[in-house]
């Protein structure tokens, strides 16, 4: 007969609260190895633009610096990311007459840039203050194109498309449909239509983000410490992106001082590829500017939303046709605005039900799932 644990109703003390309130925990800012080096990286002014040059030779020729790079550079010896983050169920796609675009981002830009912030160069210096003034002697050549930022504008026949491999800026649609919508909402008593339209957010943790990678020769090992929640999935990735076995790569989570949601990054990818390259740690740490511009968005979707109901109030269909601005790349597939429209019926037993979604790129940050990932949206409708 099995003994009840003595725990088991008991409140039980924290054990991280005192290094946690008394500062002896460990942050990634205070992790350094020996003969750790910096790495700092050049991000785009223009939201959209042709990448005609960029110019290393005078960051490179800097007392400190190591090493400068660019997605040039790196063609051959990095992947870019082209493996959406959450796929859908086949059944789910079938289902709802699922389409998706594909997917495919440097880790650092090479022919053009699609948002303000993206990663144009990369340096690795002695220290972050020499890093720092290597970035302000790259010069780049940057032939500005036209901006979409309307996700509707985005979807006209006439509008710039942001990426060369598709032929429209539509890259992902469904629908989700139960009952007649059409009919239940032309015989419904009593019809309310209503436009809402959610802004972008972004999560300002109180310690931004960072990277150290370091890596054995001997071992033919990375041990990767990141400001990140998923830990198993960066180490796929570093392991994909850099064709080294997934039993080579280990990833370490520090204490966080703070998270939105877990996230995959580029500078994650570049660190371990520079510290295999360089045979020293490379640690990056993000600053706020950089973590305003870059760091995962959430929300901004349109939502056209038309509602009918009987005489005690009782809603007999529900249909929504929106808009999910998916930012310049759309690293999450359909996860947001799938989210939404699973959950935009709640708990009401609604008979006849219409969700017609696009998810839409624009020259934007990505949109990504953050705290709720797609439900605040739903449950304000």
């Known amino acids: 007969m099995n003994q009840t644990p003595a725990w088991l109703g008991q409140a039980i003390r924290r054990k991280e609260d005192h290094r946690l309130l008394t500062g002896l925990a460990s942050y990634l800012a205070d992790l350094r190895l020996s003969d750790t080096v910096e790495m700092a990286v050049l991000r785009s002014p223009l939201a959209h633009a042709i990448i005609r040059s960029v110019d290393t030779t005078k960051a490179q020729a800097l007392d400190g610096v190591i090493l400068v790079v660019t997605g040039e550079d790196l063609v051959g010896s990095v992947r870019p990311f ?42 690795v210096a002695v220290d972050r203050y020499v890093a720092e003034d290597a970035l302000e002697l790259i010069e780049m050549d940057l032939d500005p194109l036209p901006v979409v930022v309307d996700p509707e504008d985005a979807l006209k026949p006439d509008a710039p498309v942001i990426h060369e491999q598709m032929t429209s800026n539509l890259h992902a649609s469904f629908t989700i449909e139960v009952g007649d919508p059409d009919g239940a909402l032309t015989k419904s008593p009593h019809v309310i239509r209503d436009r809402f339209v959610f802004g972008r957010s972004v999560g300002s943790p109180i310690e931004n983000r960072g990277v150290l990678s370091s890596y054995d020769p001997a071992q033919g090992t990375v041990t990767h410490w990141s400001t990140t929640q998923r830990s198993h999935w960066l180490r796929g990735y570093i392991s994909s992106m850099l064709s080294i ?10 204490e966080m001082g703070g998270s939105f949601g877990s996230g995959l990054y580029p500078e994650d990818i570049i660190a371990a590829h520079l510290t295999m390259r360089l045979g020293k740690p490379v640690r990056w740490l993000e600053d706020r500017r950089e973590n305003l511009l870059n760091a995962r968005h959430a929300r901004d979707q349109i939502h056209d939303v038309e509602v009918g109901f009987d005489d005690e109030g009782r809603i007999l269909v529900l249909r929504d046709h929106f808009i999910q601005d998916c930012g310049a790349h759309n690293p999450y597939g359909v996860t947001i605005s799938y989210n939404t429209a699973a959950n935009l019926r709640g708990q009401f037993h609604i008979p006849a039900f219409l969700a017609d979604v696009r998810c839409v790129l624009t020259n934007k940050t990505p949109n990504t799932p953050v705290r709720g990932a797609g439900r605040p949206e739903a449950v304000f409708v």
């Open 82 to 123: 082209t493996e959406v983050a959450i796929s859908s169920p086949p059944i789910v796609e079938e289902r709802s007459n699922m389409k998706l675009g594909p997917f495919k981002t440097p880790v650092v830009a090479i022919d053009k840039v699609v948002r303000a912030g993206e990663i144009v160069a990369v340096v």
């Open 245 to 254: 076995a997934e039993s080579d790569v280990r990833v370490i989570a520090p």
